[in-house]
T-cell receptor
Framework: SQTIHQWPATLVQPVGSPLSLECTVE??????LYWYRQAAGRGLQLLFY??????ISSEVPQNLSASRPQDRQFILSSKKLLLSDSGFYLC???????????FGPGTRLTVL | SQQGEEDPQALSIQEGENATMNCSYK?????LQWYRQNSGRGLVHLIL?????REKHSGRLRVTLDTSKKSSSLLITASRAADTASYFC??????????FGSGTRLLVRP
């Protein structure tokens, strides 16, 4: 069966520090991969998605970036965190159709 | 703005009652999906309804879709305290993306 892992579960970082969040998927090949951010009590904002190794589409211009170095690995990064980067970050995967998405447990990021 | 908008934003019911949540969207879709999120957790897929379907059932869940009105509803029958969560609709327009609504927070009181 397929599983999706995210780490760390929680993270507290100072403003201006770098960020690296990792997401890995097991049990499937060539998945579509997604990074979302969720503000408290709000819906999901799509940040990046990837349909293959090295292929990244950005939805929101900001100081975050994403990379997909391996088929089932998706990394969210920042060189310098802002206070506004605080939130709940969710990784998800899907197959092309019907695009039912499967979510990881999330990373709670607090930037101080 | 979000493609899908849920209504109401929050709903409080007694255990055993039915809960109905609505979702409206703006553009043509390939399918519409409903997800559930427990506090502080990832989302869990509940049910998918295709654009050529009008109603779908899964256990205590019933979803309807009216493409002429660009709206969908999720009915949870005989609610339980464990149904307390946020519920999101998401629309798929055949691109690689899902567009999520802002969610309905459901509280089921024991």
């Amino acid at each position: 069966s397929q599983t999706i892992h995210q780490w760390p579960a929680t993270l507290v970082q100072p403003v201006g520090s770098p960020l690296s969040l990792e997401c890995t998927v097991e049990g499937t090949s060539n998945p579509n991969l997604y990074w979302y951010r969720q503000a408290a009590g709000r819906g999901l904002q799509l940040l990046f998605y990837s349909v293959g190794i090295g292929q990244i589409s950005s939805e929101v211009p900001q100081n975050l970036s994403a990379s997909r170095p391996q088929d089932r690995q998706f990394i969210l990064s920042s060189k310098k965190l802002l206070l506004s980067d605080s939130g709940f970050y969710l990784c998800a995967w899907s197959v092309r159709a019907p695009n039912e998405q499967f979510f990881g447990p999330g990373t709670r990021l607090t930037v101080l | 703005s979000q493609q899908g908008e849920e209504d109401p934003q929050a709903l409080s019911i007694q255990e055993g009652e039915n809960a109905t949540m609505n979702c409206s969207y703006k553009t043509s879709i390939n399918n519409l999906q409903w997800y559930r999120q427990n506090s502080g957790r990832g989302l869990v897929h509940l049910i998918l309804i295709r654009s050529n379907e009008r109603e779908k059932h899964s256990g205590r869940l019933r979803v309807t879709l009216d493409t002429s009105k660009k709206s969908s509803s999720l009915l949870i029958t005989a609610s339980r305290a464990a149904d307390t969560a946020s519920y999101f609709c998401a629309t798929d327009d055949s691109s690689y993306k899902l567009i999520f609504g802002s969610g309905t927070r459901l509280l089921v009181r024991p």
